[in-house]
């Protein structure tokens, strides 16, 4: 089999075309761009093998992340796994938001609770070399996976084990991020995300119970005039906020993703 007929192969079998020119050249160890001028280069049979395997995973919707074993996210390339979310462009939207909010404070102690891949903790270290990062999840798995990514990069990431503010007793950060679990039970987007770990995806019931938990400790955790910042879905702006607001929170506000969509909300702890 030729180069060119594993991809017509691939995109027959259902995957995307540019992903099948992605997943080939991995295989291959080349660039895609490779790929166009050697299409009639036969593969070997353990490249075959290998991309037949990967393309039938693909196929079934596995995500590419999962296959080739990494993910970009805000110029970091992370290692990602099974037992982790793959970061999404979206999430930056939060990391900017972080940023802004930290401008000017010296030495900020911030926290990311349910930090998955470290995404999130790292883009936020590597941006500010004097911060000092409190990265906490449930999964032991998950942390795995974020303290193999700080090592590989070079970030010095604290790391804790337990739910939400659990890990974090008397401590108080100037800011705190999360990307908790916020899909509802019932919410049908979920089929087409079984390949990921569900505990990241849905609290179940509502989808609001995680960012109600982390919302209701947040005053004993934050600094004065401290931020909590908080990513959600679609339609869930309206509900943080007024979480927010009834747990005393001030200078609410929403903030959209690169797709205009609603994505963050946060607010200012008095």
Same mark, same amino acid.
């Given at each position: 089999m030729t180069v060119d007929e594993a991809l017509r192969a691939a995109v027959a079998r259902g995957v995307e075309r540019l992903d099948a020119q992605l997943l080939l050249a991995e295989v291959l160890g080349q660039p895609r761009t490779w790929l166009f001028a050697h299409g009639d280069?036969?593969?070997?049979?353990?490249?075959?093998?290998?991309?037949?395997?990967w393309a039938t995973r693909r196929a079934a919707g596995e995500p590419f992340a999962y296959l080739v074993g990494r993910k970009e996210f805000r110029g970091l390339t992370l290692q990602v796994s099974p037992a982790v979310l793959?970061?999404?462009?979206?999430?930056?939207?939060?990391?900017?938001?972080a940023l802004e909010c930290l401008a000017g404070i010296g030495?900020?102690? &911030?926290?990311?609770?349910? *930090?998955?891949?470290?995404?999130?903790?790292? #883009? =936020?270290?590597? !941006?500010? &070399?004097?911060?000092?990062? *409190?990265?906490?999840?449930?999964?032991?798995? #998950? =942390?795995?996976? !974020?303290?193999?990514?700080?090592?590989?990069?070079g970030l010095g990431v604290e790391f804790a084990a337990g739910p939400w503010w659990t890990?974090?007793?008397?401590?108080?950060?100037?800011?705190?991020?999360?990307?908790?679990?916020?899909?509802?039970?019932?919410?049908?987007?979920?089929?087409d995300l079984t390949h990921e770990p569900r505990l990241a995806l849905?609290?179940?019931?509502?989808?609001?119970?995680?960012?109600?938990d982390i919302v209701a400790?947040?005053?004993?955790?934050?600094?004065?005039?401290?931020?909590?910042?908080?990513?959600?879905?679609?339609?869930?702006?309206?509900?943080?906020?007024?979480?927010?607001?009834?747990?005393?929170?001030?200078?609410?506000?929403?903030?959209?993703?690169?797709?205009?969509?609603?994505?963050?909300?946060?607010g200012r702890c008095i």
């Open positions: 280069d036969p593969l070997t049979a353990d490249h075959q093998a290998r991309f037949d395997t793959v970061p999404r462009p979206d999430t930056e939207t939060l990391v900017e938001w030495s900020p102690c &911030v926290a990311d609770l349910g *930090t998955g891949s470290g995404a999130i903790a790292l #883009a =936020l270290r590597a !941006a500010l &070399v004097d911060a000092h990062i *409190t990265a906490t999840d449930v999964s032991p798995d #998950a =942390l795995a996976v !974020a303290q193999g990514n700080a090592t590989r990069l890990p974090l007793a008397g401590r108080r950060f100037h800011v705190v991020v999360s990307n908790p679990p916020y899909i509802a039970g019932n919410d049908h987007h979920l089929d849905t609290p179940e019931g509502d989808g609001l119970q995680a960012l109600r400790g947040a005053p004993g955790h934050l600094e004065p005039r401290g931020w909590l910042l908080l990513e959600h879905g679609y339609d869930q702006a309206g509900a943080v906020a007024e979480l927010l607001r009834d747990h005393g929170f001030t200078e609410v506000a929403t903030r959209h993703d690169l797709g205009g969509v609603p994505r963050c909300t946060g």
